[in-house]
């Protein structure tokens, strides 16, 4: 499975921003989305997460009410929708899916993902 993330940019503080993850593989195959980042000088953190099939989602404390994530199975893709930019947000944001439909799954942990995106960087100026 090959992902390719797209959508990052410049944008204001307050603004918004909408990446996109497209998966090589039709997405009934997949068990879950994710979207984590990394901003310069620090550890890859989770971001978002959705369950293919059921649409359960799940999201960072830091981001909740701010970032909304949706999958289109039709095009094989998932989104990130992000309101009210920070400049904390300012990061490189990959995207990650999941496979295997056995077996544990914590949607913050990347171990739980087999495959991941190139990344797609969003900079927010103050």
């Known amino acids: 499975v090959q992902l390719q993330a797209s959508g990052g940019g410049l944008v204001q503080a307050g603004g918004s921003l909408r990446l996109s993850c497209s998966a090589s593989?039709?997405?009934?195959?997949?068990?879950?989305m994710g979207w984590f980042r990394q901003a310069p000088g620090k550890e890859r953190e989770f971001i978002a997460a959705?369950?293919?099939?059921?649409?359960?989602?799940y999201y960072a404390d830091s981001v909740k009410g701010r970032f909304t994530i949706s999958r289109d199975g039709v095009l094989n893709t998932e989104y990130l929708q992000m309101n009210s930019l920070k400049y904390e947000d300012t990061a490189v944001y990959y995207c990650?899916?999941?496979?295997?439909?056995?077996?544990?799954?914590?949607?913050?942990?990347?171990?739980?993902?087999?495959?991941w995106g190139q990344g797609t960087l969003v900079t927010v100026s103050s």
């Open positions: 593989e039709r997405t009934f195959s997949m068990y879950a």
């Open positions: 990650a899916a999941r496979t295997q439909f056995y077996g544990d799954y914590v949607a913050s942990r990347e171990e739980f993902y087999d495959y």
């Open positions: 959705i369950k293919w099939r059921l649409g359960v989602k």
